[in-house]
């Protein structure tokens, strides 16, 4: 059985969590924000990712109008707006899939990818309550049964996604730590309520905060980083996947190949030679002991940036500027984690 990875990336807005999953999972079928998610990837990394309604062409299958689970029907042409449509596209796409394997089809996505899974929890949470799923044989209002419905729904969404044999990620807000009525509220990804912080765990391998860090090395200036620490008394984080330390680069692709399950994940079709451009910018790194802004090389001070423009930008592909700085991207990650396992302090 293959290793599949499945998580989640939370955070405040604005700390690189949807360009993070785009840049790790390039042949992903991404559902959620699509417009923003086309958006992000057109202008930061010069590529277009699969968005639901996949194009029938590419998908192989006619997608159809009136696709049946449970007592529901669903017009799986649309855009997926809540978690219940979610789970009916991944039904569909699991028979596909199956298909494709019986006939030796490599399928054109290897990823299903919410961005961000809150936006179908709220809708879902509105469309119940307006269909009455919270008001009881008596007639009153129980909000509770909202939330375990909600709750079920979630535990369905990434099981299902495991059963097809594809990986997950997701992103989403974070709910701040606090306290109420029953004492401790721990902080963590917003499913929707509060309530799910410390399900979600039970749902996903990866649980991973996506912070500011200043000393983030990173010539285009974002200090970003993954935090994920199952020991802080007031955020949910966890890794059971064995990806991601205490504070780590926030590259979900460098960090699963890096850890114990070394799992190389996909490059776009057509920039394939982004690994080779990645170990070379590893490479220059190496021999530094401290990475600092800005990132030089021994090439009479021509800083690692300029000297990969400067040798790859010739790249025979359409944005060659962007593919290059996201290899850039990748090979810093790379050089960094390589300092972390190579050393027990962090830097």
């Known amino acids: 059985m293959s290793i ?17 999953m785009l840049a790790s999972f390039p042949n992903a079928i991404y559902v959620g924000d699509v417009a923003k998610t086309l958006m992000t990837a057109k202008v930061e990394y010069g590529f277009e990712p699969l968005t639901w309604p996949v194009d029938e062409d590419v998908l192989g299958y006619d997608i159809p109008s009136a696709y049946k689970v449970g007592p529901k029907t669903f017009d799986l042409r649309d855009e997926v707006t809540d978690l219940e449509m979610l789970i009916a596209v991944e039904r569909f796409l699991a028979d596909c899939l199956y298909t494709d394997r019986e006939d030796g089809v490599t399928p054109a996505f290897d990823t299903l990818a919410v961005d961000d899974v809150r936006l179908l929890a709220l809708t879902s949470l509105s469309q119940w309550e307006d269909e009455g799923v919270h008001i009881n044989k008596n007639g009153n209002e129980d909000p509770r049964t909202l939330y375990r ?9 990434t099981a299902s996604v495991r059963g097809m044999g594809l990986h997950f990620w997701s992103t989403t807000h974070e709910v701040d730590p606090g306290t109420n009525e029953r004492g401790k509220v721990w902080g963590g990804p917003d499913f929707g309520s509060s309530g799910q912080v410390q399900k979600v765990s039970q749902w996903l391998y990866t649980i991973v905060r996506a912070i500011l860090d200043k000393d983030w090395p990173d010539p285009d200036g974002f200090p970003g980083s993954a935090w994920c620490d199952n020991t802080h008394p007031n955020w949910v984080t966890n890794d059971s996947m064995g990806i991601f330390g205490k504070r780590s680069p926030l590259n979900i692709r460098e960090a699963a190949r890096a850890s114990k399950i070394g799992l190389v994940l996909s490059r776009y079709p057509g920039l394939e030679w982004q690994d080779d451009l990645a170990d070379w910018v590893a490479d220059k790194l190496a021999a530094h002991a401290v990475i600092t802004v800005p990132l030089t090389t021994d090439l009479s001070g ?6 990969v423009r400067r040798g790859y930008t010739g790249a025979d592909v359409p944005f060659a500027d962007r593919h290059v700085r996201w290899a850039f991207q990748d090979g810093l990650a790379r050089a960094m984690i390589r300092r972390q396992q190579q050393s027990p302090f962090r830097f």
């Open 4 to 20: 599949l990875l499945s998580g989640v990336t939370f955070g405040q807005a604005k700390r690189g969590k949807t360009s993070s």
């Open 149 to 157: 419905i909600l709750g079920g729904r979630l535990a369905r969404m």
């Open 302 to 307: 021509e800083s690692v940036r300029e000297a």
